[in-house]
């Protein structure tokens, strides 16, 4: 007879029955021989029986403390056992240990996936299929008004009714972000309107991730930028025009040897008037830019304002040319700022106030403490600024009266220039007008910090001796 030359391999419960029966068998035949010997086969059988019916029990004890174990199954709990026994338990153990483990590393990535998702400045919407809401980070609840606790499993287009937005749904055009407007109850319950832009990204078994971005203040930005450039081209676009329309006049008149000395006197007189114009307009922004670069610093020192006022009432004066009457009062009290962008923002006031109060006009300069406070305030008995207009006054080229403003060199920037100096100093502006019959004016008021009044200039400090 020919041997397998190798037996197949015996898998451990095979094996653990085999030794078990082998071991009960041997240890019963055993004690029911020496029974049977000492006091017949009748003894015997019985040894032999309860040695079977002992192991049963051995068994049976040892599947209970398996049983309570696995109810709590840890490595301190281990019920003591060797051999067999032993073997099954620690294998059980391990493999018990090791899918504890990988469900707990399975546990934590999800975990760690959804923090990550969370801190997600964007909104990311997981959709299934039928665009069910399978999930969705905070952001998103904020971006859509929808809860993640509410709104779970609810189809989306039931939710969010944009039409555009359920056409871009239905176009599934992956790649493609949609831009959309919504308009939202504020805080206060005014509505306000906001600028999203979305992008569905599709991925695994059909599903869907619905992105969006706030672009509002992003929006707000282009709008302000696109609005400067216009506005700056327009005012350049005059002077431009007048120049040119002069230099061709004179180039022709040059060729046909036709130019008169007088005319040419006066195309040159309205060509620097132009020019002068273009630079006071580009002076200006360059100010305003200097002034809106955060990272230029203001460099401080204490200002005699007192001495200021009155040197820019007197260049008033000079301005006005006998039309108004200007009176200063202006107390002791230094201020601690930047001169050059205090100056401006003062010589800003007061020449407004004289270019815009008609001959016969009254101003009013005053420099003092109010409740410890510094203020500086201009008042004028002009025709005085309709309320609708007050709150836009200090915006880039806004202007009431455009043909006054630019008869008189106005370039639209100077409350804009007022204002930002005054929110570098930690100060505001305040406008108010009156369009009564006799009671009409403006009044500018520049109002500063208590701590940024001082006596005098500080002396330096006196050496001890
Ligand atoms: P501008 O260079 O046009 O004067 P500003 O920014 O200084 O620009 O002023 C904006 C607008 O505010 C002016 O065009 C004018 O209509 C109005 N304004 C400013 N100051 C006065 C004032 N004292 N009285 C009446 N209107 C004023």
């Given at each position: 007879m020919i041997l397998p030359s190798r037996l197949p391999p015996v898998s451990p419960a095979t094996k653990f029955l085999l030794v078990s029966l082998l071991r009960v068998g041997a240890l019963a035949a055993f004690v029911g021989g020496v029974a049977t010997l000492a006091g017949g086969v009748g003894y015997g059988v019985l040894a032999g029986a309860l040695i079977v019916f002992a192991a049963f029990g051995y068994y049976a004890w040892k599947l209970a403390q398996l049983s309570d174990w696995l109810r709590e199954p840890t490595a301190a709990t281990l019920p003591d056992a060797d051999g067999l026994w032993g073997d099954v338990l620690i294998q059980l153990y391990r493999m018990l240990r090791d899918e504890r483990l990988s469900r707990q590393s399975l546990a934590d990535t999800l975990s760690r996936f959804q923090q990550a998702a969370s801190a997600l400045p964007d909104g990311a919407v997981m959709l299934d299929n039928a665009y069910n809401i399978v999930w969705l980070n905070p952001t998103a609840e904020t971006h859509w008004?929808?809860?993640?606790r509410d709104d779970r499993?609810?189809?989306i287009t039931y939710l969010i009714r944009y039409p555009e937005f359920i056409e871009y749904l239905n176009a599934r055009q992956y790649g493609v972000p949609l831009t959309m407007k919504l308009t939202r109850a504020d805080v206060g319950g005014a509505p306000k309107e906001l600028v999203f832009t979305v992008q569905l990204v599709p991925f695994g078994d059909e599903q869907m991730l619905l992105l969006s971005r706030d672009i509002t203040e992003y929006e707000r930005l282009e709008t302000i930028r696109r609005d400067f450039v216009a506005n700056v081209s327009h005012e350049l676009r005059t002077p431009i025009t007048v120049l040119s329309g002069f230099l061709e006049t004179m180039t022709t008149a040059a060729t046909a040897g036709t130019g008169s000395p007088v005319l040419l006197e006066k195309a040159l007189a309205h060509m620097s008037a132009q020019a002068a114009r273009m630079q006071r307009l580009v002076e200006d922004l360059l100010t305003l830019s200097r002034l809106e670069d955060?990272?230029?610093?203001l460099a401080e020192a204490p200002i005699n304002v007192p001495e200021l006022v009155h040197a820019l009432a007197a260049e008033a004066e000079q301005l006005s040319n006998g039309r108004h009457t200007i009176s200063v009062g202006a107390a002791p009290i230094w201020l601690i700022g930047n001169r050059d962008e205090i100056t401006s923002a003062f010589s800003n006031l007061i020449t407004n106030a004289v270019r815009y109060t008609p001959p016969g006009g009254k101003i009013d300069v005053t420099w003092e403490l109010e409740d410890g406070a510094p203020l500086f305030r201009v008042a004028d008995s002009g025709e005085g600024i309709a309320p609708e207009h007050i709150p836009r006054l200090?915006?880039?080229?806004?202007?009431?009266?455009r043909g006054r403003s630019q008869a008189t060199g106005?370039?639209?920037?100077g409350l804009a220039i007022v204002k930002h100096v005054l929110m570098r100093h930690g100060g505001r502006l305040e406008i108010k007008s009156s369009r009564a019959v006799n009671e009409h004016g403006t009044q500018f008021t520049a109002r500063f910090p208590?701590?940024?009044?001082?006596?005098?200039?500080p002396r330096p400090q006196a050496v001890a001796a």
């Open positions: 008004d929808i809860s993640r499993m609810q189809t955060e990272s230029h610093r200090t915006e880039r080229f806004y202007r009431v009266d106005g370039t639209g920037l208590i701590a940024r009044a001082c006596a005098s200039e």
